[in-house]
């Protein structure tokens, strides 16, 4: 699967690492930085393949994270904050997958959702 190897978020160009192995925590498959600017996204769970919509779900959360986290709110750090992050990236995810007309909207890049991350 290919997804971009950078996102501009908030003004910021975010470079973004995948498949990238973690092996400081192997509980986590995506994170972003918010100081150096960098989504990692896994590819696999302990020696298990990640499905595609995980990772483009991984993905959408780590860009909710970094939105939050430059917009200074930081609603969706911690407990809570965690699950409400985990609801609406799925939710975000659902509606991209399942409307087809909605992804293929060529936007200010002349590029599509779908031209970028399902192809
Ligand atoms: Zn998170």
Redesign the pocket.
Known sequence: MKIPKTIKIGGHQYKVIFPYIFTERFDMI?DHDPMVKVIRIAEVDGNLKIADSAIVVTLI??IL?AIDRNSGHNM?VGGEG?EH??AISEGIYQVLADNPKLVSIPYSSGLSFRSILWR
């Open positions: 995506g959360h780590e994270h969706f965690e992050i985990k």
